[in-house]
């Protein structure tokens, strides 16, 4: 089945920098790749995905790269607030509407203020 | 509000005990999830309907029963649980076709 890796596991930044989590996935089948943020107390919640027939994604403050080719994809957030502390997932499936997404195991991002 | 409610938020039960956890959308999604989270490790798929039809059983232990008896309700039946059974389950929910998972906040479950 699809492994899905994500780095680091702890990520602290000043406020206003920018933070870079990281995924890698074994399955070459896999077409999507969402990204989920969760706060203290409450479920993930999907900030932003990407499908494969798309490089870069952009959503004010986030974006998402993806390399097929290397098998990775990236969450990148710029100038961090406070209120982006919180763990985020990656995950990974072959279909936008498959059940069987393969989620990392978080990083606990943290912004300094 | 997410659309996707769960009860109780925390549960504490003896490892004797029976309870259910309850889970309920309001996005007419036609999909509905049990996941297990616990601390260090990703989440793990549980139980996944599929138009009120369970469609995946990822090996989970007999003491963890699912039920949905619509595409609006799903319920995690509990029975003679294990302290290692201890964590946040979350329910979610999606549309087949299209479009992510829509997370419950979770109940958190602790045996003791």
């Known amino acids: 089945g699809e492994n899905v890796e994500q780095h680091p596991s702890t990520l602290s930044v000043q406020e206003g920098d920018s933070a870079v989590i990281k995924c890698t996935y074994s399955?070459?089948?896999?077409?999507?790749f969402p990204w989920y943020k969760q706060e203290l107390g409450k479920g993930p919640q999907l900030i932003i995905d990407i499908r494969s027939n798309v490089g870069e994604k952009k959503d004010q403050r986030i974006a998402v790269t993806l390399n097929k080719t290397a098998k990775h994809f990236s969450l990148h957030i710029t100038e961090t607030q406070p209120e982006d502390s919180a763990v985020y997932f990656c995950a990974a499936s072959k279909e936008v509407s498959d059940y069987k997404l393969s989620f990392g195991a978080g990083t606990t991002v943290t912004v300094r203020a | 509000e997410t659309g996707v409610t769960q009860t109780p938020r925390h549960l504490v039960m003896g490892m004797t005990n029976k309870k259910s956890l309850k889970c309920e959308q309001h996005l007419g999604h036609n999909a509905m999830y049990w996941y297990k989270q616990s601390a260090k490790k990703p989440l793990e798929l549980m139980f996944v309907?599929?138009?009120?039809?369970?469609?995946e059983n990822n090996s989970v232990p007999s003491r963890f029963s699912p039920e949905c008896p619509n595409s609006s309700h799903l319920f995690l039946h509990l029975h003679t649980l294990q302290p290692e059974d201890s964590a946040l389950y979350l329910c979610?929910?999606?549309?087949?076709?299209?479009?992510?998972?829509?997370f419950g906040s979770g109940t958190r479950l602790t045996v003791v």
């Open positions: 399955d070459s089948a896999s077409n999507y």
């Open positions: 979610a929910s999606s549309q087949a076709g299209g479009g992510g998972y829509t």
């Open positions: 309907y599929s138009l009120e039809e369970r469609v």
